[in-house]
Structures are given as C-alpha cells and as structure tokens.
C-alpha cells in the first residue's frame, strides 16, 4: 500500500464514516471534482468504481487534494485492478462478486477487502477466503428485512449494503446490522456527473451525512 494508508484501520473508518459513495463518473475530471463535492457535502468515504476512465490518476489526485478521506477502488474485476489501485492509494477495495482467484489477489495488496455476496452460499464463500467485510449487493432486492435475515445465521459477518440505500431508509440498513452502506445514483446522479452539477451532488451529499449523523446520535 501507498506510503500513508498503512496505519488506518480501515474498518474502523469505514464504520465511523458510514456511508461510503460509489462513484462512476464519465471521465477522470468529472470523478476528481464528484470527490470535491461529496466531502464539501460532508461524504469522506469514496469508492472510485473500474467503469470510471483511468482510475488510478483519479485515486492519485484525490488523495492528493484531500488525504484524509477513506479511498477504496470499486468494480475490481482483475488481479491488475487490484494492484494498480493500491499503488495509486486505495486503501480498500470491493468486487461486485467473489471469485476466489480475485479474492485472494485482493487480499494479497495488504488493502482491506469487500467482496460481494446475495445468498448465504455466496457469503459462506466470501468469509472462507478471509474477506474483510461482505458487500451485500445489490442488496435493493431484499431490503433491510433481507440482511436481517442473513445476520442471523452469520452474526460475526460484517455487512456493507450496496443498491437501493437513501437517507430515508439509512437507519433501517443500520439498524438490521450493516457496518457501512454504499450509496451510488442516490449521492451522485448521472445527471449531475454528466452536467457538472456539482451543488445537486453536494445536496444529495449532506443529506446522507444529515441521516447518518441522526442514527448515530440516537443510538449514542
């Protein structure tokens, strides 16, 4: 890992962060000034998906201009992802699915892992080869209910909820056991990205960080 990243812990931050944006920008610009506008709006938790232009100078840029944000590289289809994203300064990295192969090469950079999981198989799966926390995606299909229902028989699993999340419904992924949420078109529309729209990104922004906040303070 990047001179910087070493020390964190990672899934400390990405509880204390609570919502993690997964940005897929048009072009490497757009990403660059998405990140400006989620963290004016209060979001330090940014995950720069593979379906963005050249990641890497995006994750180079964005840990120059704002080092303290917790960086993760998403999307990470291949061993190169993997590598390439933790050399530009991803300090976590996340796949939509859990492929051993890939698994274990995620796990090899040192970075924190999030694979991605729907069915108690898949999540079997995903904590057998070490992952750090499981991203259960996408996870609109069974709502909070669904991963209520998967605590129970893996309570010590860690949870990252991607798909169908928003500030309304924040507390209820929080509630039925998600250490973190992944939040996508909700924070950053394609709209917006495509429109340099960057007061509707930093809106969405603080209203998330406004929901998570809340549920945080009520359950302090």
Known sequence: MTAGTTERDVLGALRETVVVAVLRAPSAGAAVSAVDALVAGGITGIEVTYSTPDVPAVLREVRDRHPDVLLGAGTVLTPAHAED??????EFLVSP??????????????????????????????????????????????????????????????FCPTGGVHPDNLGEWLAAGAVAV????ELTPAKAL???????????????????????GSSS
């Open 97 to 158: 699915g859990t492929l051993p192969d890939l698994t274990r090469a995620m796990l090899g950079t040192g970075a924190t892992v999030l694979s991605g999981a729907m069915t108690p198989s898949e999540v079997m799966l995903a904590t057998s080869l070490g992952v750090h926390v499981v991203k259960l995606f996408p996870s609109s299909l069974g709502g909070p209910a669904f991963l209520k229902a998967l605590r129970a028989p893996f309570p010590d699993v860690d």
């Open 182 to 185: 992944g939040a996508g078109g």
């Open 85 to 90: 994203a933790v050399a530009a300064g991803a």
């Open 194 to 216: 495509a429109t340099d729209d960057w007061d509707t990104v930093t809106e969405a922004a603080r209203r998330f960080r406004a929901a998570a906040d809340a549920v945080r």
